[in-house]
T-cell receptor, first 115, second 111 residues
Framework: DAGVIQSPRHEVTEMGQEVTLRCKPI?????LFWYRQTMMRGLELLIY????????DSGMPEDRFSAKMPNASFSTLKIQPSEPRDSAVYFC?????????????FGPGTRLLVL | AQSVAQPEDQVNVAEGNPLTVKCTYS??????LFWYVQYPNRGLQFLLK??????LVKGSYGFEAEFNKSQTSFHLKKPSALVSDSALYFC?????????FGQGTELSVKP
């Protein structure tokens, strides 16, 4: 298996632009997670899905952030409009829930820089 | 609130010496505990987990962790550190369908 795939790996954009991050989870996994990592705040869970349905979006910072999972093999995290404070590494992870003993597998991350 | 804490931002060890990266947890009920490692410019990689059973859990790359219920700790250990073990280490606890991560500990192993 190729593991969790994220694109792009790097994104540089200007403030006010729309940014879309993409994730392909491991085939067969039924949970998908979006995280943000910064020096100041560490690793934060933004949102997670179970069987394509958003379960907990309490970590989404504000309305500028939105996430979708139209099918089991694809998810997007969108920021519109982007701001310099959104600069971070965004990780996608997936897991297969087995009575709560799941292990999350992380993608390589998207490094976002908003100028 | 259910959480994990990693009291050390950085741990420095000489190659060949034993290493310990500390983690304490605060959860109600029986905890599901995890250790992940992050190498530079990479995503997190699973190392090991404790669900139930033997308090000493063995994981990848020669790492192990000891679950101590009385001290509410889950410290990561390795008998002999390698320079290649230098990375950022995260402890995590499962809460519902998600993991709550500690702030991370930077491990530096010097030759």
């Amino acid at each position: 298996d190729a593991g969790v795939i994220q694109s792009p790996r790097h994104e540089v954009t200007e403030m006010g632009q729309e940014v879309t991050l993409r994730c392909k989870p491991i085939s067969g996994h039924d949970y998908l997670f979006w995280y943000r990592q910064t020096m100041m705040r560490g690793l934060e869970l933004l949102i997670y899905f179970n069987n394509n349905v958003p379960i907990d979006d309490s970590g989404m910072p504000e309305d500028r952030f939105s996430a979708k999972m139209p099918n089991a093999s694809f998810s997007t995290l969108k920021i519109q409009p982007s701001e310099p404070r959104d600069s971070a590494v965004y990780f996608c992870a997936s897991s297969l829930r087995l009575a709560g003993r799941e292990t999350q597998y992380f993608g390589p991350g998207t490094r976002l820089l908003v100028l | 609130a259910q959480s994990v804490a990693q009291p050390e931002d950085q741990v420095n060890v000489a190659e060949g010496n034993p290493l310990t990266v500390k983690c304490t947890y605060s959860v109600s009920g029986n905890p599901y505990l995890f250790w992940y490692v992050q190498y530079p410019n990479r995503g997190l990689q699973f190392l090991l987990k404790y669900i139930t059973g033997d308090n000493l859990v063995k994981g990848s790359y020669g790492f192990e962790a000891e679950f101590n219920k009385s001290q509410t700790s889950f410290h990561l250990k390795k008998p002999s550190a390698l320079v290649s073990d230098s990375a950022l280490y995260f402890c995590a606890v499962r809460l519902g369908g998600k993991l709550i991560f500690g702030q991370g500990t930077e491990l530096s192993v010097k030759p």
